[in-house]
């Protein structure tokens, strides 16, 4: 390929609503251009790189079983009501109508349309297993977009879903699945971790996270340096301290603290450590009737050692609480401990809550809490003594930098991450709704097992530049390049030989299925370097009279500091020897 038949536009500067360094760098590249809030054109170099991402993602697909098909981005509204998620999936997902009054949705994934597919194709048992997959667009009409492609409304996936006879088969599938994502992202060439994450409302331990490291990236990843544990942050367990309680030693004693409403600002006041305070979280819980109307709440209060954060989705499996929960009101906080947040605990309630200790807190002694009365708190506090045992006892916290690993192999680390994929085992969330049942050995119907698995083709490349980037631009893996090579001939068009050496090189990197650009656009060497570093191809070639006089060309790989000199007889070998396998 020649520059002068490709398209190049590259920007000086980055647009002003161009909040993080992928989005900056994608734009002045003239990767991408935006056409409205989170919609993107994809232009050559942007397109070349996403088709590459794709071309993997179909061969490591491909290799491991999974059948190609494509499901339309316009889908009929009633295969989405069979499930409930017409009325649950909210104002994300569009809905239109069509010139009949008839509804329709743009599709932001395609569980109903491939179930539809299974139930009617899917017959026997002699037919499972089956994988179908899919790389399409899809539309999420997110309330605010941001982070360019990131986090756009408009973007395409490659969605698989398995289909199995039962939940053994399905695990089986979901095995070879977690294995294909390895494979792909192994060939990215990006720093990535595969981590548990949490199932939802499914539950289980069958749900993988595939995580692009980068600093700016929005998911905290904790990790075992010295084992192999590996969560996000709403999955990673935080294990309960092996020191038993320690016994009471101080006297509980009301303490005034004027003003002070966080543990952070007690802690100072009283110059004790932020760790022997605890912070009390009022939650609720509603009965409701036939008609939605609430007949009866339960109020929670959730007790954390002060320095510690809730984890909204560890609460959410708490025996009462995994039915649903919500913060409990003003009116409900003061009528239950009499009065406002800032001064809450767990002693001298006006009224009886169910009281929740994490972990940390239920092994406490001496520790600090409010008085249930403005602009006091109560110190020297200890169960058994002063208050019953919790009734319950759970994981209700973030995990931080140092906790004990939950594989017994060292102290945890946090990282940053961003989420390119995820492996999941759905059972028969969809499948029963939807009757998508197969007939067994003894013609007995039984709804499939399914798992679902999604990659984010348009997100990668997000991913990767703020994994991969300088002052100077992008730095691309070879696998993802838009060109791995760029031969740069400084002087073209007015030397006959470094034009010949230029054609030659190229023609023989791409009779070696090298995917080379040859820049003939006539650029003055400066702004040419600039371009490419700008856009991040990851091998260059700077061809010159004075060098081919010498007998010598340059060579710079983009992470290089600076250029090789390379006997110009052998530059081929060499630069298919610095190309990655």
Not at 105 to 110: G, K, V
Not at 182 to 200: E, K, Q, T, W
Not at 327 to 345: Q, R
Request: aromatic residues 8%; contains cysteine; hydrophobic residues 40%.
């Amino acid at each position: 390929m020649k520059a002068s038949q490709f398209f190049i536009s590259t920007l000086k500067e980055a647009p002003a609503d161009a909040e993080v360094v992928s989005h900056q760098l994608m734009t002045r590249a003239g990767m991408i251009k935006k056409l409205g809030a989170g919609i993107y054109s994809y232009m050559p170099l942007g397109l070349r790189v996403v088709r590459k991402i794709e071309a993997i993602v179909r061969e490591e697909m491909n290799r491991a079983g999974a059948v190609e098909l494509l499901m339309p981005v316009v889908q009929p509204a009633e295969f989405w009501q069979e499930t409930g998620r017409w009325e649950a999936m909210g104002p994300e997902l569009m809905r239109v109508k069509d010139r009949h009054d008839r509804d329709f949705i743009i599709q932001p994934t395609s569980e109903e349309v491939v179930t539809d597919i299974a139930r009617q194709e899917l017959r026997s048992y002699k037919q499972l297993p089956k994988n179908f997959y899919h790389i399409q667009t899809k539309f999420r009409d997110e309330r605010r977009p941001r982070f360019g492609v990131m986090r756009s409304r408009e973007f395409i996936m490659k969605d698989a879903y398995s289909f199995d006879r039962d939940m053994a088969a399905a695990k089986a599938s979901y095995q070879v699945m977690a294995q294909a994502y390895r494979a792909i992202f192994d060939r990215f060439g990006l720093r990535y971790r595969a981590v548990a994450a949490d199932s939802g409302a499914i539950g289980g331990d069958l749900s993988e996270e595939f995580q692009v490291i980068a600093a700016t990236g929005e998911d905290a990843i904790v990790y075992s340096p010295d084992g192999d544990y590996a969560a996000n942050m709403e999955k990673a367990e935080a294990l309960a301290p092996a020191a038993p309680r320690k016994p009471a030693s101080a006297p509980m004693t009301k303490t005034p603290t004027p003003g002070k409403a966080t543990c952070a600002e007690v802690a100072e006041l009283l110059q004790v450590p932020l760790n022997t305070t605890v912070k009390s979280l009022v939650l609720a819980t509603d009965q409701v009737n036939e008609r939605g109307e609430v007949v009866k709440s339960q109020v929670w209060l959730l007790l954390l050692r002060g320095d510690h954060d809730m984890n909204e989705i560890k609460v959410g499996k708490v025996p009462g609480l995994d039915a649903g929960f919500r913060f409990a009101t003003v009116a409900e906080i003061v009528d239950h401990f009499g009065t406002k947040p800032g001064y809450l605990g767990p002693i001298g309630l006006k009224k009886p809550v169910k009281i929740v200790a994490d972990r940390e807190v239920a092994v406490m002694s001496d520790w600090v809490c409010g008085a249930n009365e403005e602009d006091f708190h109560i110190t020297g506090v200890n169960w058994g003594r002063d208050l019953p045992e919790a009734d319950a006892v759970a994981d209700l916290r973030n995990v931080v930098e140092g906790d004990l690993s939950p594989d017994g192999k060292g102290a945890l680390a946090i990282e940053r991450g961003i989420e390119v994929g995820h492996v999941f085992y759905l059972g028969t969330k969809y499948s029963k709704p939807m009757n998508a049942t197969f007939l067994d050995e003894t013609g007995k119907p039984q709804p499939m097992e399914m798992g679902c698995y999604g990659i984010g083709i348009t997100r990668l490349p997000a991913a990767a530049i703020e994994q991969n980037h300088d002052e100077r631009g992008i730095i691309w893996p070879d696998a993802i390049a838009p060109f791995t090579v760029v031969i740069c001939p400084i002087g073209m068009d007015r030397s006959a030989e470094v034009k010949a050496a230029a054609e030659k090189l190229h023609d023989e990197l791409l009779g070696a299925g090298v995917d080379v650009l040859l820049d003939d656009r006539g650029e003055r060497p400066g702004a040419m370097f600039a371009d490419w570093e700008l856009i991040g191809v990851p091998h260059r070639v700077v061809i010159s009279d004075r060098g081919l006089k010498e007998g010598q060309l340059e060579y710079q790989h983009r992470r290089d500091s600076a250029a090789t000199k390379v006997p110009a007889a052998g530059v081929f070998e060499f630069i298919q020897g610095r190309l990655a396998p």
